[in-house]
């Protein structure tokens, strides 16, 4: 619950700094719906890529962020929030937003925290 609410947050955050205007898109089926079924469905691309980080090391298979979505046929499915990381994290960068989940995603994609390291951060254990 609490990783939802905060993702929803910084969807809200990067919807808002693009120019979104309507806060009830976020709230309505196709925010919070989508977002809890790409959380919680043992059908999602996303979650099932982010069971394979950690049950099959499935990042040793690439040197990068980008190397990742050059190659991401070597995957066998598309994951599409890990590409979609690499560009959230650069408007981001470059509107000044504060995504710690975001940014924490893209580091662990990016190979620069593993996704321990990185869970620890976002619950404040380090």
Do not use: W
Not at 70 to 83: C, F, R, S, T
Request: proline residues 2%.
């Amino acid at each position: 619950s609490l990783l939802l609410a905060a993702g929803l947050n910084e969807i809200q955050t990067l919807g808002f700094a693009m120019g979104a205007t309507h806060a009830e898109t976020f709230a309505s089926v196709s925010g919070v719906g989508d977002l809890d079924v790409t959380c919680k469905s043992k059908y999602g691309r996303n979650r099932r890529f982010g069971q394979d980080i950690i049950k099959t090391d499935m990042l040793s298979r690439f040197t990068s962020i980008d190397d990742l979505i050059a190659n991401v046929k070597k995957v066998g499915y598309l994951p599409e929030g890990a590409i979609a990381c690499k560009y959230v994290h650069e408007v981001a960068e470059a509107k000044k937003l504060k995504l710690p989940i975001c940014n924490g995603l893209y580091r662990v994609l990016n190979k620069e925290v593993t996704p321990h390291a990185f869970l620890n951060e976002l619950v404040g254990l380090n």
